[in-house]
């Protein structure tokens, strides 16, 4: 399996659900720059809710790419 953040569980009526992630993708990279097992420190600090983040993630198969709006945790 690709180096990446695992995720493991999408939060009901997220933008993430309607995107299509699911418990188990890897997101391998964030606007363009590869992510290790953790988030890097601070990078969501600049963003406001709303704004859009590009992710690529893994499930099985070749990477796809979806934008996400950011939004406050739930």
Request: aromatic share 6%; hydrophobic share 40%; no cysteine.
């Amino acid at each position: 399996l690709p180096s990446g953040i695992y995720v493991s569980r999408v939060a009901d009526n997220s933008d993430a659900q309607v995107k299509g992630l699911v418990a188990g993708d890897i997101i391998t990279a964030i606007a363009g720059e590869a992510v290790g097992q953790d988030l890097p420190e601070g990078w969501f600090h600049d963003l406001q809710t709303g704004d859009t983040v590009t992710l690529t993630v893994y499930r099985s198969g070749p990477p796809m790419e979806t934008s996400l709006a950011w939004a406050e945790a739930q």
